[in-house]
């Protein structure tokens, strides 16, 4: 009997916290949920485990790491609660997706972190507000450990790296996490998204400062920085067009009148949204892979930064190998950043890939061989360098592929931006001093952000 009890139990939560920051942060992460919960078959807006066989699906994939079990309200019924806190200063992202999902996150203000009035206008203002409001007087260690009682294994950040808030709490959060006695063990990965400048509201000279700054701190504190940037991520949205509106969105479900903020970014938070959901599964039960492998395959990287290729960008068709195949035929495939703005990429010695592919069955030589193939021509890889890691699928759930790419061509695209942000420190570097940024510290992030990628 004790045997058998023991066999049944579900395994150690090893819980992995969501910290959504600011307005990109909340509305990424809070679909990325939703992604997770619609491929295991849970209805979204109010997830709950019906019966044992149910149960035992939703387990295998994902155990309690990035959700945890609220309390039960109906007899049979589990609800499932995701492992997110929504951080911002402005209260109004969150609060709206907090009242809109009342029972997908059924526990409430523990989901959600705020800071004091008005969103910060620049970098150094979120940091310092960070310091004071978020780890002061919000106490952010306890909102943690309300969300996750057990220790942290990993942490999930996405974030938009052309604002003041995201970015700048998402990289005094990673400062915080690794200094910290308790939960500097976590394995950080960071989902950075770039503005696209002329489209974005964003302002041209604070927007580059702050990507370098951010940048600075993914280098010294994430270990798997994942960059994606809004150009493409619109470009592919545009795309298939017709496919995402087939999808359901968090956005389509919030209340009309406040839909607007968000409305823009329906279809490109669904792709970044998909990209996480497919790195979280990569970290379920049932691989031997875990999140922390990551920072052992980047640790020596240089630049150490990776991009997402997505195939399909949605979803369609069966769970084999075949339909991903299709997808790429079809041009229902796409690498979220925008590499090649220039004509040829630089390719790097060392470059690398990780290849996550959601399919039917046991891992096959073909499906190796194929995705070997696809990374020689594209990329040049080499066999030697690329990490498969293969998430069998649930029933009814589509196969897909994600490639994570670690490419010395990225380097070409953000080193302009260091430049930008170095001329335009002169005409703000009032409004960053008056708030603890001083000019040293501003050099060193450049030198250190040139360096790491030149
Ligand atoms: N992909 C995507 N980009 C977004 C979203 N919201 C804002 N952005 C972009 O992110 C940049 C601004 O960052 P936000 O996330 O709005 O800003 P914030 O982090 O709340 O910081 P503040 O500037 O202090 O409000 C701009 O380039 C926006 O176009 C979103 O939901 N999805
Ligand atoms: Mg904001």
């Not at 109004?92 to 800071?115: C, E, T, W």
């Not at 925008?338 to 592919?357: H, P």
């Not at 690329?386 to 029933?395: A, G």
């Not at 002169?426 to 960053?432: A, N």
Request: charged share 25%; glycine share 8%; aromatic share 8%.
């Amino acid at each position: 009997m004790a045997f058998r009890v023991a066999n049944q139990a579900p395994l150690a939560p090893n819980p992995v916290i969501m910290a959504c920051m600011g307005h990109a942060g909340v509305g990424i992460g809070a679909e990325a949920y939703r992604w997770v919960l619609i491929d295991v078959g849970a209805n979204p807006s109010a997830p709950t485990l019906k019966g044992e066989k149910q149960q035992l699906e939703v387990l295998r994939r994902y155990g309690s790491t990035i959700l945890r079990f609220g309390a039960s309200l109906r007899k049979g019924e589990t609800p499932l609660v995701p492992r997110a806190l929504l951080v911002d200063l402005d209260p109004r992202s969150a609060n709206l997706i907090l009242q809109s999902y009342p029972q997908l996150f059924a526990m409430k203000d523990k989901h959600a972190v705020y800071g004091l009035g008005g969103a910060a206008r620049n970098w150094a203002e979120g940091r310092s507000r960070f310091r004071n409001e978020i780890v002061g007087k919000q106490d952010i260690a306890s909102r943690i450990q309300a969300i996750s009682p057990e220790p942290v294994r990993g942490f999930v950040v996405p974030f938009s790296m052309g604002g003041g808030t995201g970015g700048s709490f998402s990289s005094e959060f990673m400062s915080y996490v690794k200094g910290s006695n308790v939960l500097g063990h976590a394995t950080i990965a960071t989902f950075g998204i770039l503005p696209e400048f002329g489209w974005d509201p964003v302002i041209y000279g604070p927007a580059h400062i702050s990507i370098v700054l951010n940048l600075a701190y993914q280098i010294k504190y994430s270990d798997a920085p994942i960059l994606m940037d809004n150009k493409e991520l619109r470009f592919q949205a545009d795309r298939l067009k017709g496919m995402l509106d087939a999808r359901s969105s968090i956005v389509d479900e919030l209340p009309k009148q406040i839909r607007v903020g968000w409305h823009d970014y329906r279809d490109k938070n669904l792709l970044a949204a998909h990209v996480i959901a497919e790195f979280m599964d990569s970290f379920i039960r049932e691989t031997e892979w875990d999140m922390s492998n990551y920072r052992t395959w980047l640790a020596a990287s240089k630049p150490k930064f990776v991009i997402p290729w997505l195939i399909p960008l949605v979803p369609k068709g069966g769970s084999t190998l075949r339909s991903i195949e299709q997808a790429i035929s079809d041009g229902n495939d796409g690498i979220l950043f925008d590499l090649e703005q220039d004509g040829e990429m630089e390719k790097g010695k060392t470059d690398s890939a990780c290849v996550l592919v959601k399919s039917s069955g046991s891992p096959t030589a073909e499906e190796r061989e194929f995705f070997k193939k696809l990374l020689a021509e594209k990329f040049d890889i080499k066999d030697k360098r690329i990490i498969f890691i293969k998430i069998p699928t649930m029933p009814n759930e589509p196969a897909s592929a994600m490639i994570l790419l670690n490419v010395k061509g990225i380097s070409k695209k953000l080193l302009p931006i260091v430049t930008e942000a170095e001329d335009a420190w002169d005409s703000y570097k009032d409004e960053y001093q008056n708030r603890n940024l001083t000019h040293e510290e501003f050099k060193k992030a450049v030198i250190e952000v040139s360096s790491h990628l030149g």
